[in-house]
């Protein structure tokens, strides 16, 4: 028994190892990819507007713009995890020849979206726009920026898909390699367009739409030259059953999506209802979350690719270990981050904001935002298990329930209570994730 114990012992240990592996370039990646919208409004804070200086005009434009293709590809994120999930199974079954057709089927139907937003990209464009409704003077640079930088849909969803395959066949390195790619080459395209060529606007549309197609074809390059995958029969991409799965997976993370953005959205109206201060305090607190899903997100892949290959490999065993310890670690990043937010977050929160209001009405919030981390950990680490087994319709499932439990405690909650009962319904709303997701998991993984 003893050393059976020592064996199962070293056996976790070595999981623990792996999960750690694939989570540290996942998390620099995650850090690094927000610097795309950063780079753009920085060098758009330089662009110069005739001899009396600068125009927060552009600024704006540019967060309207970027705001509008970052809600947009929110949607298709199932690119990425469906993909992931399909791909880890394979891999863990030993066959090559599906693991590769999981990476050209993704392709394919992300091509063929992109082409269709393309093609759509006008009536997106007005229709957010009008949506978000900007100020007069914002609405014309930013639609420039949008008819340029809708030509990058292709490559970013192409990257989606990518990016989950590389994640499914456990290399987390190539995408943080090809995120710092992203990076540089949207920061030297963007700098030589507007700092060099006096570009606005187009510029760093065009520098963001340069960056994006470099991303895309470095990581095919990576497919062809490391992995050696040949193209695709014809009669192996049109599957019907392979499609079949294909879509249904994917259409059930979709549904999740949208169940994810109307929490999102709503919760973003309600704040702007309340005033700008209202506003800015909620956004502001929300980036302790952002930045805590960072970290999480990194473990998530991790383990959503080492449970879909014990998955695929019918060692369950091995499944019930992996997702163990990925919950594990997940609290243990919710413990450390909850930890730091109380030493630390009002001077994280201070840097952020030099609004004298700002801050002071953070700090009569904080503390639901210090309690998203313990709350949420749950949700992040399971979703991870789900998406490695493919179980979509459970993740469904238990984000449409936390959807309808947020906007019950919302209607509840909000009229007494005001924003402490908005933060009320959104933490009622990770926790039902969590629960749910863990009550239906538990006879196939635990």
């Not at 070293?10 to 370039?25: F, I, S, T, W």
């Not at 849909?153 to 989606?160: D, N, Q, Y």
């Amino acid at each position: 028994m003893a050393w059976s114990s020592n064996r199962l012992n070293g056996a976790a240990g070595a999981d623990l190892r792996k999960v750690v592996a694939l989570a540290v370039p996942s998390i620099i990646t995650n850090i690094t990819t927000p610097l795309l919208g950063l780079v753009d409004l920085a060098i758009t804070g330089h662009i110069s507007d005739g001899p009396d200086g600068h125009s927060a005009m552009y600024i704006a434009a540019i967060a309207v713009g970027s705001g509008v293709f970052t809600m947009l590809y929110w949607l298709f994120a199932f690119l990425r995890m469906g993909t992931g999930g399909i791909t880890s199974q394979a891999r863990g079954a030993g066959d090559d020849a599906a693991t590769a057709m999981a990476l050209w089927r993704a392709l394919a139907v992300a091509l063929l979206l992109g082409g269709a937003i393309i093609l759509a990209g006008g009536f997106i464009g007005e229709g957010m726009l009008r949506f978000m409704d900007p100020d007069p003077d914002t609405i014309e640079p930013a639609r420039r920026y949008i008819s340029i930088c809708v030509w990058g849909a292709p490559a970013v969803l192409s990257t989606f898909a990518l990016t989950g395959w590389f994640i499914g066949v456990q290399d987390t390195r190539s995408p943080m390699w090809v995120s710092v790619v992203i990076n540089v080459t949207n920061i030297c395209a963007s700098l030589i367009l507007v700092v060099v060529l006096g570009m606005k606007t187009e510029g760093v549309a065009t520098g963001t739409l340069i960056a994006q197609w470099t991303g895309a074809l470095l990581s095919i390059t990576i497919c062809l030259r490391r992995y050696r995958l040949r193209l695709p029969r014809r009669g192996g991409l049109f599957d019907r059953r392979a499609l079949g799965r294909f879509f249904s997976v994917n259409t059930d993370i979709f549904l999740r999506t949208l169940c994810m953005v109307a929490v999102t959205v709503w919760f973003t109206r309600v704040g702007a209802r309340q005033g700008d201060v209202m506003l800015a305090v909620n956004a502001l607190l929300m980036q302790l979350f952002l930045t805590f899903s960072y970290f999480m997100d990194g473990f998530a892949f991790a383990g959503e690719s080492l449970c879909g290959l014990r998955y695929g490999a019918g060692d369950k065993a091995g499944l019930r270990r992996v997702a163990r310890v990925v919950m594990a670690c997940g609290g243990g990043v919710a413990l450390l981050f909850t930890l730091l937010y109380f030493a630390g977050g009002e001077w994280f929160l201070g840097i952020m904001s030099s609004d004298s209001r700002v801050t002071a009405m953070s700090s009569d919030y904080f503390m639901w935002a210090v309690s998203v981390p313990l709350v949420g950990f749950t949700a992040f680490s399971l979703d991870a298990v789900a998406i490695g087994i493919t179980a979509t319709r459970r993740m469904l499932v238990s984000a449409g329930s936390g959807a309808v439990v947020f906007f019950a405690v919302y209607l509840l909650a909000f009229p007494s209570l005001g924003n402490h009962g908005l933060w009320l319904a959104f933490l009622c709303y990770l926790a039902m994730r969590g629960i749910s997701l863990s009550a239906m998991l538990r006879r196939t993984v635990f």
